[in-house]
């Protein structure tokens, strides 16, 4: 078995209920949301994702090939009749229990490239593009607060505040919503990776 979890991170588009061969695993998952993780079987699946109480016009259909024992996150990404699926593979390092582990997905459709730093300048991940993931950066455990700026300003657009990191745990940190929007704002959407009793 494989072990997937999915996130809403497509601002203005309906809930929507998670199907993994015609079964349906996860019901109306809301935006800046988080399944649980659930048990699918390894190798290749059609995963689908529908409108929350419905089975026509899905939002996204597709086969994925998923790894024994794997573990995933699927994020719903861009703009309502213009949403995909991103496979997010929670390739985690060699986990030092002394030491914490994020990285970030962008996920802002009408956003440029990000830089995200500490409030020191040190610039922990550069030029991260839309429907873009980084690789896992390890740090001290402890409390910390990230600036978000475009890519090469000194432009602030949003902070990170009170991300509070365990030692031997890893986390992935997207970056939601839309640029100039009172409703569907920039936000971070913070999870932890690899926990959680997988249902289904």
């Keep these: 078995?494989?072990?997937?979890?999915?996130?809403?991170?497509?601002?203005?588009?309906?809930?929507?209920?998670?199907?993994?061969?015609?079964?349906?695993?996860?019901?109306?998952?809301?935006?800046?949301?988080?399944?649980?993780?659930?048990?699918?079987?390894?190798?290749l699946n059609q995963l689908a994702l529908y409108p929350a109480g419905s089975l026509v016009n899905p939002l996204v259909n597709s086969?994925?090939?998923?790894?024994?024992?794997?573990?995933?996150?699927f994020a719903l990404s861009g703009f309502p009749g213009g949403v995909t699926m991103l496979p997010l593979p929670e390739q985690l390092p060699a986990i030092s229990p002394g030491?914490?582990?994020i990285r970030v997905v962008h996920l802002s459709p009408n956003a440029p490239n990000m830089d995200i730093s500490l409030p020191d300048g040190t610039v922990l991940f550069g030029n991260v593009g839309y429907n873009a993931r980084t690789g896992y950066v390890a740090l001290s455990p402890g409390a910390y607060s990230l600036l978000v700026s475009p890519t090469g300003t000194n432009q602030v657009i949003m902070t990170i505040p009170s991300l509070s990191l365990a030692p031997g745990a890893t986390y992935t940190v997207a970056l939601l919503g839309l640029m100039g929007s009172s409703s569907n704002p920039l936000r971070a959407l913070i999870a932890q990776d690899g926990t959680g009793i997988p249902m289904g």
Excluded: K
């Design 1 to 43: 078995m494989a072990y997937a979890r999915f996130m809403h991170g497509a601002p203005g588009t309906s809930n929507f209920d998670v199907y993994a061969g015609g079964r349906r695993l996860y019901s109306n998952l809301n935006y800046g949301m988080y399944s649980d993780y659930l048990y699918i079987p390894d190798g």
């Design 99 to 101: 030491q914490s582990y």
């Design 63 to 73: 086969s994925i090939a998923l790894t024994p024992g794997g573990y995933y996150t």
